[in-house]
C-alpha cells in the first residue's frame, strides 16, 4: 500500500507474546483497534473527541483478520487504512500492517463499522459534511486500486 493512504504506528509491547514468542493472535485486534481503527476514526473526524462533543460514536459490526506473518517483541509497527466503502450510517475499510523497518505485510484487517447515536444506543445517519469527508477519503483510496484481500470468504481452499 502507499504512504498516500492513513498510517499510524506502534511497537510490539512484551504482553502481546505468546507461549510461542511471537505475537499473540488476540492482540493483533488490539492492536489494528486501538492504533488503526482509533487512528483513523480520529483522522476522520469521527473518534473520542466527536463522541464526547456529539455523543455519536461508530462501533463494529464485523471484523476478518489475516495472519500473514510473524511479529516479536519490539518490532516497530507500522498499519496503513484505506476506506474501501461507506453509506449513510457503515464504512467499509482495510487495514494493512507492517514491520516498520523491513517492509514486510504481517497481517490485514478488514472492518465493518456502523455509526451509533449514544443517547439511543441505535443506528443513526452521517451528516451530509462527513460524507464529503468519507467521499473525498474513498476516491484517495481508489486512486490506488482495491486491496486485495478486501470480501474474501473464510473457508478451506480446495
Same mark, same amino acid.
Given at each position: 500500500?502507499?504512504?498516500?493512504?492513513?498510517?499510524?504506528?506502534?511497537?510490539?509491547?512484551?504482553?502481546?507474546?505468546?507461549?510461542?514468542?511471537?505475537?499473540?493472535?488476540?492482540?493483533?485486534?488490539?492492536?489494528?483497534?486501538?492504533?488503526?481503527?482509533?487512528?483513523?476514526?480520529?483522522?476522520?473526524?469521527?473518534?473520542?473527541?466527536?463522541?464526547?462533543?456529539?455523543?455519536?460514536? &461508530? #462501533? $463494529?459490526?464485523?471484523?476478518?483478520?489475516? /495472519?500473514? !506473518? %510473524? =511479529?516479536?517483541?519490539?518490532?516497530?509497527?507500522?498499519?496503513?487504512?484505506?476506506?474501501?466503502?461507506?453509506?449513510?450510517?457503515?464504512?467499509?475499510?482495510?487495514?494493512?500492517?507492517?514491520?516498520?523497518?523491513?517492509?514486510?505485510?504481517?497481517?490485514?484487517?478488514?472492518?465493518?463499522?456502523?455509526?451509533?447515536?449514544?443517547?439511543?444506543?441505535?443506528?443513526? &445517519? #452521517? $451528516?451530509?459534511?462527513?460524507?464529503?469527508? /468519507?467521499? !473525498? %477519503? =474513498?476516491?484517495?483510496g481508489q486512486a490506488l486500486g482495491?486491496?486485495?484481500?478486501?470480501?474474501?470468504?473464510?473457508?478451506?481452499?480446495?
Amino acid at each position: 500500500m502507499s504512504d498516500t493512504l492513513f498510517t499510524s504506528s506502534a511497537v510490539v509491547q512484551p504482553e502481546w507474546i505468546d507461549y510461542n514468542g511471537h505475537m499473540n493472535m488476540g492482540y493483533y485486534l488490539v492492536a489494528f483497534d486501538q492504533v488503526a481503527t482509533d487512528g483513523f476514526y480520529d483522522y476522520l473526524g469521527i473518534g473520542l473527541e466527536h463522541k464526547q462533543q456529539a455523543g455519536k460514536s &461508530t #462501533f $463494529s459490526l464485523a471484523a476478518n483478520i489475516d /495472519f500473514v !506473518a %510473524e =511479529l516479536m517483541e519490539g518490532n516497530p509497527l507500522r498499519f496503513t487504512t484505506q476506506l474501501v466503502d461507506y453509506d449513510h450510517k457503515r464504512l467499509h475499510f482495510y487495514h494493512c500492517l507492517y514491520h516498520a523497518e523491513e517492509a514486510y505485510l504481517a497481517a490485514t484487517n478488514e472492518n465493518l463499522g456502523m455509526y451509533i447515536d449514544m443517547d439511543t444506543r441505535r443506528s443513526t &445517519t #452521517f $451528516s451530509e459534511e462527513q460524507m464529503v469527508r /468519507f467521499q !473525498a %477519503e =474513498l476516491e484517495r483510496g481508489q486512486a490506488l486500486g482495491m486491496p486485495e484481500g478486501v470480501g474474501r470468504k473464510l473457508g478451506i481452499r480446495r
